[in-house]
């Protein structure tokens, strides 16, 4: 039996954050299982979905992502619902295994009757569920999960992807790595979880250094089992190539085990580390975080204020997560919130909370979010945004009192830069 949680009827209220401006638009609706079920638009209230990974090293993504769903809902109600409803949230934890993610998702569409689903934390899980969703005509929205397959041979009319996918966010890296090693070689290595997101993610790395002519020499790659708890083998064999640099594709606690484990191996002294060493992570590691790693982050909240994280509301956003949830929003919050804003403006576009109808409208749409405004291509549902990368400090930030990335470092990679035309990415959907 999942594990279920239900967010309590009575929101806080003075929440003093706008989603969106309301946009006056109808489409005609079509009716599915689910949605039909919330086609009056006179009262009452509408439950949308979220089975993600609550339990697990790599939880924390889970966890602060659903807390970023419902710090939307809680102010999409505090400013009157919508289309005269109150939302609610209904979540699962689907312990990272994608029959329990599909099993969850179908109970919440039959049994809770939910009119809009948002993603996992693992690619695989949403593989799962994402033909589900379009089974039964349920727009979901990933923004954690972020395999390019979900958005290419996955692909359905009621997909959405708010984050960067495995072809965008190594390119990121690999341009950064390109500009930092210009014309001189370099030994790279790789590490990530065998796994679709893991093996995608490195494939899109060592492509896109063939891509920016880097001049790189391949010395290993280790992929250890997804959730493995021993990586010493994996580590060792990765040590003795002698890489200068290595690309790790894992996250949350897994990118934290990983880099206990390494600094017991003076690993970091020779080598520096591509990895997603976002604000948790490096929390989680406080000292022992290593300076001069190069990190990348999809969201980061101390970046608010630069291009694509400078959207109306951004700052009051993060003091409501901080009062709301005592910590600074991770990314996965951020982009949680943002996909329900996507949501909420398809359904004031299309005047319907029927599935279809909302798909129809996000297509092609450009919402104003937090983020700023975010474009989901029409070819695909990828949504244009960039990916951020930069240089673990050997200091503490004095705003956030967090070992983050040295400021002088950052680098925006931009969408139009990282994405895959539209050719391209149909190229693969077949």
Not at 151 to 156: A, E, K, L, P, Y
Not at 293 to 321: E, H, K, N, T, Y
Request: proline share 6%; glycine share 8%; charged share 10%.
């Amino acid at each position: 039996m999942p594990i279920r949680h239900h967010t309590p009827r009575r929101l806080a209220a003075g929440l003093a954050l706008l989603l969106l401006a309301p946009v006056a638009a109808a489409c005609s609706s079509t009716s599915s299982t689910a949605s039909s079920t919330a086609s009056s638009t006179s009262g009452g209230s509408v439950t949308v979905g979220e089975s993600t990974t609550l339990s697990s090293s790599i939880a924390e993504l889970g966890q602060t992502a659903l807390q970023g769903l419902e710090l939307a809902v809680a102010n999409i109600n505090a400013h009157g619902g919508l289309l005269g409803k109150k939302v609610k949230v209904v979540s699962a934890d689907d312990s990272a295994t994608p029959a329990t993610g599909a099993s969850n998702e179908r109970s919440m569409i039959l049994n809770d009757h939910v009119v809009a689903m948002f993603g996992p934390v693992v690619s695989s899980v949403a593989s799962a569920e994402e033909p589900i969703a379009a089974q039964y005509h349920i727009p979901i929205f990933f923004s954690v999960s972020n395999d390019i397959a979900l958005m290419t041979s996955g692909f359905t009319k009621y997909g959405f992807q708010l984050v960067p996918n495995t072809v965008m966010e190594p390119r990121a890296a690999a341009a950064y790595l390109a500009h930092e090693a210009g014309s001189t070689q370099i030994t790279v290595g790789t590490f990530a979880p065998n796994y679709s997101f893991g093996t995608s993610s490195v494939a899109g790395f060592i492509q896109a250094l063939k891509d920016l002519h880097v001049n790189y020499k391949l010395v290993s790659q280790q992929f250890p089992p997804l959730n493995a708890t021993n990586i010493a083998p994996y580590l060792s064999a990765l040590i003795a190539a002698h890489p200068e640099y290595v690309y790790n594709a894992q996250f949350g606690g897994d990118l934290v085990s990983f880099t206990q484990q390494a600094n017991q191996y003076g690993f970091f002294q020779h080598t520096k580390m591509i990895a997603m060493y976002s604000a948790q992570p490096l929390e989680a590691l406080g000292s022992s975080a290593p300076a001069g790693a190069i990190g990348f982050d999809r969201a980061p909240f101390w970046l608010a204020g630069q291009q694509g994280m400078d959207g109306p509301g951004i700052s009051a956003f993060i003091s409501q997560f901080k009062a709301k949830y005592g910590d600074y929003p991770s990314a996965w919050a951020i982009m949680t919130y943002t996909a329900a804003q996507s949501w909420a403006y398809g359904v004031k576009k299309a005047g319907t909370f029927n599935g279809t109808s909302v798909s129809n409208a996000l297509s092609g749409a450009t919402i104003s979010t937090i983020r700023g405004p975010i474009t989901l291509r029409a070819c695909d549902h990828q949504a244009n945004v960039p990916e951020y990368v930069g240089v673990v400090s050997s200091t503490v930030d004095p705003t956030y009192r967090l070992r983050l990335w040295d400021p002088s470092s950052v680098f925006i990679a931009q969408p139009k830069t990282i994405m895959l035309t539209c050719a391209q990415s149909l190229a693969l959907r077949s």
